[in-house]
């Protein structure tokens, strides 16, 4: 007796990996949260806040952090301190410091922040440029109180470096409340808030 074996073949298409549709929502915010838009959104916020956390370093590597209140001048924010206090010592040994600015859009969830590194110095209230940020009244939020008679007084100038993180701006409140982990986060950077500021 015979046995034949048949076996049968199916032929199977080899068909091309197609790429997934473009997600235009996530597109769409994308475009919002960074770009020279978002750039001029940034700038706008920053002058408009005068509320800040500053984060300092001490020599023994020990963090520190203060909120200042602060104005936004010639490309950096200003803010008053001692010479002597804890971030003024510890700006006049460590010139990089972090900034947070945080504020309320929406009732509920987290404020809304922009936050970045930068770099910090000290500047004496007699020093040419602070006196002339005094004398046409740019200073004046941080001047007032008798800021200016404090022998010990002293300027921060703080220069935002590298990119500047933001959580909301320019984000739709939907998105925030519906997804806060994956939504909200934007970037820009310090050259293109300079940019703006031209």
């Not at 408009?48 to 023994?60: D, I």
């Not at 040994?93 to 809304?112: C, D, Q, S």
């Not at 008798?146 to 939907?174: K, M, Q």
Request: net charge positive; glycine share 10%.
């Amino acid at each position: 007796m015979t046995t034949t074996n048949i076996t049968s073949t199916t032929s199977t298409a080899t068909r091309t990996p197609q790429a997934p549709p473009p997600d235009t929502a996530a597109d769409a915010m994308a475009s919002l949260l960074t770009g020279d838009g978002h750039a001029r959104r940034i700038v706008r916020l920053i002058r408009r806040k005068s509320f800040c956390t500053l984060a300092t370093v001490s020599p023994a590597g020990r963090p520190h952090s203060a909120g200042v209140v602060y104005v936004w001048a010639d490309g950096a924010l200003w803010a008053h301190t001692m010479s002597t206090s804890r971030k003024g010592r510890n700006i006049a040994a460590n010139e990089h410091v972090g900034v947070t600015i945080p504020f309320r859009r929406l009732p509920a969830g987290p404020p809304y922040t922009i936050h970045f590194q930068a770099t910090a110095t000290l500047v004496e209230m007699t020093d040419p440029t602070a006196r002339r940020l005094i004398d046409d009244g740019t200073l004046k939020l941080i001047s007032g109180h008798g800021a200016l008679d404090e022998l010990d007084g002293a300027f921060i100038r703080i220069t935002p470096v590298g990119n500047i993180h933001s959580y909301g701006p320019g984000a739709r409140a939907i998105d925030i409340i519906r997804d806060p982990l994956h939504s909200g986060a934007g970037i820009t950077t310090a050259e293109a808030i300079g940019e703006v500021e031209r």
